[in-house]
């Protein structure tokens, strides 16, 4: 399994950046992914989350309206849109690749290694 995340970086408060995660290894499409942030000094967070069918999706409330989740099963890869972002948003990134059985429990659990967002002026 390899999940590689890019579109990291410093921005300016205000500005967007796309966060990708290519993933390869697994069967993508059977996956719910989310993405999750830890701030330094901070415990990780849920940012957003998608359904494997792509037909649902959940946002921290912190961050509803300026981040958009989504993710194209026929290339392997999830994003996370971040626009008007602030000094608070900063944190490193990380996606994620969950499956559940039908009873709820988890059987496929897969964290990229992170991409760094800097929020600054």
């Known amino acids: 399994v390899q999940l590689v995340e890019s579109g990291g970086g410093l921005v300016q408060p205000g500005g967007s950046l796309r966060l990708s995660c290519a993933a390869s290894g697994f069967t993508f499409s059977s996956y719910a992914m989310s993405w999750y942030r830890q701030a330094p000094g901070k415990e990780r967070e849920l940012v957003a989350g998608?359904?494997?069918?792509?037909?649902?999706?959940k946002y921290a409330d912190n961050v509803k309206g300026r981040f958009t989740v989504s993710r194209d099963n026929a290339k392997n890869t999830g994003y996370l849109q971040m626009n008007t972002l602030k000094p608070e948003d900063t944190a490193v990134y990380y996606c994620?690749?969950?499956?559940?059985?039908?009873?709820?429990?988890?059987?496929?659990?897969?964290w990229g290694k992170g991409t760094l967002v800097t929020v600054s002026s």
């Open positions: 998608i359904s494997s069918a792509v037909d649902t999706t």
């Open positions: 994620n690749f969950r499956r559940f059985s039908l009873h709820g429990s988890i059987i496929g659990d897969y």
